[in-house]
């Protein structure tokens, strides 16, 4: 059955304070899981696709359940813009890095030359460092693509 | 079209389906996916990069330019959904 756009907004159910609440209690957990997921990548599973997946599910929640307008306060969209290129220009930049120091591409140890610890301790830190990036390209990409998706690019109601 | 495209994915899951076939055997020890690279990675990982999860560190470092293209996959497809489904209110 086909119903009008008009009919289709007067069917959205109303405020709900149980969801609202349990969302709004579940939101800060699921982020720092989401934070833990991506700094501990390197001792248990888990690493920047998975934690930044987990992030970027937090804020799909909220567009969920407090509509997609409440979401965009949450996270702008310049800040969503901002912070997917950040995440790419930070894994992109410190292979660049890497080559411009003289070393190859994306090996990190000579990361030496800019903070003179292990070169050995340099792989381990470079490796968190992009798995920041990827974490922060995945998140603000997965939330732009469900706004886009549940709004079909006019960003002003959602599902 | 839907015969077609159904005809088409057919042919090629039969296709992938058969390629499956000449996989090395699954856990083989012997088999040469198991006796050239990862033996290295096994042994190495934690001495060459300090990283406990043998997984992360081939991620993030041996196979940091297949990770880094990953990134920029997700990027460019979030790039395409936002180039053709955004509009403003003006337009």
């Known amino acids: ?159 | 079209m839907k015969p077609l495209a159904l005809l088409a994915t057919l042919i090629t899951g039969a296709l992938l389906l058969y390629g499956t076939a000449d996989f090395a055997a699954w856990g083989d020890p012997a088999s040469p996916p198991n006796r050239n690279i990862s033996v290295r990675y096994v042994e190495e990982a934690v001495k060459e990069t300090h990283v406990p999860n043998i997984v992360t560190a081939v991620l993030g470092d041996y196979r940091g330019y297949d990770t880094m293209f990953e990134l920029v996959v997700i990027y460019s497809a979030g790039m395409a959904v936002m180039g053709i489904l955004r509009r403003r209110e003006d337009q």
């Open chain 1, 1 to 159: 059955m086909k119903i009008s756009m008009q009919e289709a907004r007067d069917r959205i159910p109303q405020r709900d304070i149980i969801l609202e609440t349990t969302v709004r209690l579940m939101v800060p957990f699921i982020q720092l899981y989401g934070l833990y997921v991506i700094v501990h990548g390197h001792y248990s599973p888990g690493g920047g696709f998975q934690g930044g997946v987990v992030l970027g599910a937090s804020v799909i929640l909220l567009a969920l359940a407090f509509g997609l307008p409440a979401s965009k306060e949450y996270l702008t969209e310049g800040t969503d813009i901002i912070m997917a290129n950040v995440g790419a220009l930070i894994f992109t930049g410190i292979a660049a890095l890497c080559a411009l120091l003289g070393g190859m591409f994306l090996d990190y140890s000579v990361l030496t030359k800019i903070l003179p610890i292990d070169p050995i301790s340099w792989r381990s830190h470079g490796i968190f460092l992009v798995e920041v990036g990827v974490g922060m390209g995945v998140m603000t990409i997965m939330v732009s693509i469900y706004w886009d998706m549940a709004s079909a690019g006019r960003l002003d109601e959602g599902l």
